[in-house]
């Protein structure tokens, strides 16, 4: 199992992994996430959860 450091570990703009599952809108990636145990709370620089990136892009 992936430790959350490794899953919450942030690129440009602080976005992690479940930022682009979730802004991307793949939802198996993001499911593989979080069963893994991403933190689903993470905002990136700019304040952005992953789920209000799914919104913003029509995902959710």
Known sequence: MLSCRVL?????LGLTA???AAGNG???ALQ???NH???YQMKDLRQR???YLAQ???HA
Not at 8 to 12: G, K, V, Y
């Open 49 to 51: 959860t992953p789920h």
């Open 26 to 28: 793949a939802a198996e």
């Open 37 to 39: 145990g991403a933190r």
């Open 56 to 58: 913003h892009n029509n």
């Open 18 to 20: 479940l930022h682009y």
């Open 32 to 34: 593989l996430l979080l």
């Open 8 to 12: 919450d570990a942030r690129a440009n």
